[in-house]
Structure formats: C-alpha cells, structure tokens
C-alpha cells in the first residue's frame, strides 16, 4: 500500500514530476499527459457513481481502482529501473469488462441511430466519462508509438469506453431514454 504523510513536497515546482521507476520528466510529458487524463476519467466515474446503486455502483467502483492500477502502470516505463514486478494492467481486468459489457449489452435494444450524450444524470456523467476515456486512449497509443507501453492497457481503455457506453443506455431504462441522433434535423 502507498502511504502518504506529506501531501506537497515542492518537488514539481520546477515543472517537473517523478516517475515510478524515479526518474524525473516534465509534468507535460506524454507519459504524464497519459496517466493524467486516466486520472480525469477516474474523476468523471466518480461523479457518475452520485447517480448510481447498487449492482452498477459496484461495478464503476471495481473500474476506479482498476484506473488507479492503470495509472501505476502507465507512471512505471516498461524499461526504467523499477520494470519488473511493477503493477500492470493483466488480461483477466480486460476480460471482466468483456463479460460485463456482453451482459449488459444482452438487454439492450439496438441501436439505429447514434446516441447523443444525455437521458439520465447518471448517462450523461458516463458519456462524459467515456469521452474522457477515448481521449485517454488515445495518448496512451501515442506513447505506445513512442516507448513500451503494456498492451493490455490499451486494451483496457477500448473496453472501458464500449463498457460505458453499453452502461449508460442500461441507465437509460434500458436505452428507452437515450437521446438519439437525428442527421441533419436542425438545418
């Protein structure tokens, strides 16, 4: 477990902040942009769970502390010292959300149209936290053209935004409530 005693310790004053093998990088770094933004997508689930119980509540909770395993991850480079034994995004994390997007999707109608973000509270914060997600992705694949990078957890990004998707139309009374779009009806 981590242990935190002193919340500030003025070492990103100078603009930049430690990895997890110890190295020193500038807080704008790929990298750091990519953990981040996992951060950020952490922060919107969390702001969906206001709006949730139970069963769903359960599952975005398993989700956050994978995102935190996602964020060790992708703070500790695949080469630098501290590589081996360091906490790393496995195939069975990816599989669960495989298995809970499968079951959720099996009570949804389909789709005809693209889903506008919206319906419930609880839909909106999950396509928030989808699109936050994707963007997330989306550095984690530019690092991972850059350096190593665990290819599970790009892996667990692109189940994770079809996981929140398939979750919000399930909060949409089962996709009666999604918002659908309609091309070209507001010319």
């Not at 093998?21 to 769970?49: W, Y």
């Not at 789709?111 to 319906?119: H, T």
């Not at 609880?122 to 530019?142: G, K, P, S, Y």
């Amino acid at each position: 477990m981590v242990r935190l005693t002193r919340i500030y310790t003025r070492g990103g004053d100078s603009g930049e902040t430690s990895l997890g093998d110890g190295r020193r990088v500038a807080k704008q770094s790929l990298r750091v942009e990519a953990f981040g933004t996992v951060d950020e997508a952490n922060a919107a689930i969390g702001l969906a769970r206001l709006h949730t119980a139970s069963e769903t509540d359960q599952m975005l909770a398993r989700i956050q502390n994978d995102l935190f395993d996602l964020g060790a991850d992708l703070c500790t480079p695949e080469t630098g010292r501290r590589a081996a034994g360091a906490l790393r995004i496995v195939a069975a994390q990816v599989e669960r959300l495989e298995a809970e997007i499968d079951a959720t999707n099996e009570s949804l109608a389909p789709l005809d149209s693209f889903v506008l973000p919206g319906g419930s509270a609880a839909a909106a914060h999950l396509h928030l936290a989808r699109t936050v997600t994707r963007r997330a992705e989306r550095l984690v694949c530019a690092l991972a053209a850059a350096e190593p990078v665990n290819p599970e957890a790009v892996k667990y990004l692109n189940r994770l935004s079809d996981h929140l998707f398939v979750l919000s139309r399930r909060l949409n009374d089962n996709g009666a409530r999604d918002v659908l779009w309609r091309p070209g009806a507001t010319r």
